[in-house]
């Protein structure tokens, strides 16, 4: 169906999503550090990326924010988090991201939103961030 990106520090998280929506037809390339997120977002040209926001090296939405600085593949970029809803929506202002999705356990509410994500326009390239 579609070629995902995550980026998430967690072996768990990238684990437990990769169960979720590998069956729904999903390609999944997961990667663990900021740096491999940009090599793969110019490389594989994914159809939708969920990008983490508490991670140890750099926070999420200053990944998104300097993907779409640099104009780099404009897919759609989700973060992907456990924050509030409140919050995300604060980091999707700000950083140009295209929208978020709360983590969750239930693989069903997940496949829903990551479907509901892919059906939204990106960002038009070289739109600024927030």
């Given at each position: 169906m579609a070629r995902i990106l995550l980026l998430d520090d967690s072996p768990l998280v990238l684990n437990a999503t990769k169960e979720a929506l590998e069956p729904?037809?999903?390609e999944l390339t997961c990667v663990?550090?900021?740096?491999e997120f940009f090599t793969a977002l110019e490389k594989l040209k994914p159809d939708l990326a969920l990008v983490d926001v508490s991670m140890p090296t750099l926070e999420?939405?200053?990944v998104v924010w300097?993907?779409?600085?640099?104009?780099?593949h404009g897919c759609r970029i989700v973060l992907y988090s456990a924050k509030t809803e409140i919050e995300l929506a604060a980091l999707v202002r700000s950083s140009g991201?295209?929208?978020?999705?709360?983590k969750t356990g239930d693989d069903d509410k997940l496949r829903s939103e990551v479907a509901a994500m892919l059906t939204r326009s990106p960002r038009p390239p070289g739109a600024a961030p927030g």
């Open positions: 729904a037809g999903h663990s550090e900021p740096t999420g939405d200053a300097i993907a779409r600085a640099h104009q780099l991201a295209d929208g978020f999705i709360c």
